[in-house]
Nanobody
């Protein structure tokens, strides 16, 4: 069974920083892509940042230059460094992983439970 566990959320003042972590555990053969999404109250879930197994990254326009996604392949962990936070960054942040459980198996999508980020003075 695969689990994704996020951590690092909390309350921060505007202009502050937070670092989110998402650790994948279980019987994992390989992780292709790891992505951070967020969902604010009353809004749809939106992509924040993606990183591939090769290290290629992609960001939402709203976070470019402020957020940095990285991963530790040995630990099956992805990070999201969030700087210069704004009130509009307030949301539940979710981790998603596209991975395989064994060689040649289909790629499956897994989600974490989410971690709350609140930016407020």
């Amino acid at each position: 069974q695969v689990q994704l566990v996020e951590s690092g959320g909390g309350l921060v003042q505007p202009g502050g920083s937070l670092r989110l972590s998402c650790a994948a555990s279980g019987s994992i053969f390989s992780i292709n892509v790891m992505t951070w999404y967020r969902q604010a109250p009353g809004k749809e879930r939106e992509l924040v940042a993606t990183i591939t197994s090769g290290g290629s990254t992609n960001y939402a326009d709203s976070v470019k230059g402020r957020f940095t996604i990285s991963r530790d392949g040995a630990k099956n962990t992805v990070y999201l460094q969030m700087n210069s936070l704004k009130p509009e960054d307030t949301a539940v942040y979710y981790c998603n992983a596209h991975l395989t459980l064994r060689l040649g198996s289909v790629v499956r999508s897994y989600w974490g439970q989410g971690t709350q980020v609140t930016v407020s003075s």
